[in-house]
């Protein structure tokens, strides 16, 4: 759980609360969580997935990437999927 205030002292009365009620660990500052990178600089906070997109094109590199205007021509006909579910696991982790 991650509590955002500018108020320290709502910050010490929520945990507070929440230690009433739940085992709770204070991990400190958070830099990374769900993959999502927070950078805090004076007031402002922002969110940054680089380093997982960066992680995810290095693990995936073996696929040549490639821009077209048109993905598939009209005179394409696709077939239906027969690959197995560890590739289509693998698309979608892609995608």
Known sequence: ?????????VIK????ILSSNFDIKDLGNVD???RIK???ILDE???SQSNYVDK???RFNKYVIKGNANSFP?????Y????????????????
């Open 38 to 40: 927070i950078i805090r």
């Open 13 to 16: 009365s929520t945990k507070k």
């Open 32 to 34: 990374v969580m769900l």
């Open 56 to 58: 995810m094109i290095e």
């Open 74 to 78: 009209p005179h394409i006909h696709l």
């Open 1 to 9: 759980m991650l509590i955002f205030v500018t108020n320290i002292e």
């Open 80 to 95: 239906k999927n027969t690959g197995t579910e560890k590739r289509q696991l693998e698309y979608s982790q892609i995608i």
């Open 45 to 47: 906070i922002s969110l």
